[in-house]
């Protein structure tokens, strides 16, 4: 695996159990019983939505390096035909 798949995977977790322990720590609060189910659901749906972000921000950062790289070298292939 990449080394930002990882990452990806580890920060959705991360942020996805985080989210749902905080959920069901304000509905315990409200003296409501704890409910496996909804748990799962605030860690599936806020995980993945991190992940999804996450993922998108990384292939974008990616995509915007590799077009600075290429208009660097581009450039300097440029100067170096004027001389």
Known sequence: ?????KS?????????????????GFHLIDAESLKIWRFVFYFIFFGGAMGA???????????TKAKRKQYKNYSQTDKLAKD
Do not use: P, Q
Request: charged share 35%; no cysteine.
């Open 53 to 63: 972000t996450r993922y998108y921000d990384l292939k974008k950062l990616n995509e």
């Open 8 to 24: 990806i995977i580890k920060r959705s977790l991360l942020s996805g159990i985080i989210y749902a322990l905080l959920m069901e």
């Open 1 to 5: 695996m990449k080394k930002d798949t």
